[in-house]
């Protein structure tokens, strides 16, 4: 696999437009990180890392309107990829949606959101919008 963080917003993504209640995603570190503050930010009920024998994988748990059953996640894409890498500084951080959304900063304080990135001063690769 050439892009593991692609693949895992694919998933999520198809999940989420299929409507089912959990999703599972091959385990990483960044992975986990996504799913942290996919969690944080609402998007997701519940996450859980499983440990298994060949691989660990992580269970989602995926958030919708109680009465639609509209997905929180209304649309989540990737920005930076392995071909064409996103750099952003603090003066140039995107605002999704109009500050209704998010973007997913990695940088040197870890993976945190734009409106983190502003607070701390970092700049960092953008590495998904979702709103």
Excluded at 97 to 113: D, E, F, H, P, R
Excluded at 116 to 124: H, I, P, R, S
Aim: hydrophobic share 35%; with cysteine.
């Amino acid at each position: 696999m050439t892009d593991p963080i692609s693949d895992f917003l694919t998933r999520v993504r198809n999940a989420s437009m299929a409507g089912h209640k959990i999703v599972e995603i091959p385990a990483s570190k960044v992975k986990l990180e996504l799913t942290r503050i996919l969690h944080e930010k609402g998007y997701v009920i519940s996450y859980k890392l499983v440990e298994g024998t060949p691989f660990n994988t992580i269970k989602i748990a995926l958030k919708y309107h109680p009465e639609t059953k509209k997905s929180a996640i209304k649309k989540i894409s990737r920005v930076s990829r392995p071909g064409l890498r996103k750099y952003v500084d603090v003066e140039n951080m995107p605002r999704v949606l109009n500050g209704l959304g998010i973007a997913v900063i990695s940088s040197s304080k870890g993976m945190i959101t734009d409106k983190e990135a502003k607070e701390l001063n970092v700049g960092g690769e953008v590495i998904c919008y979702v709103y």
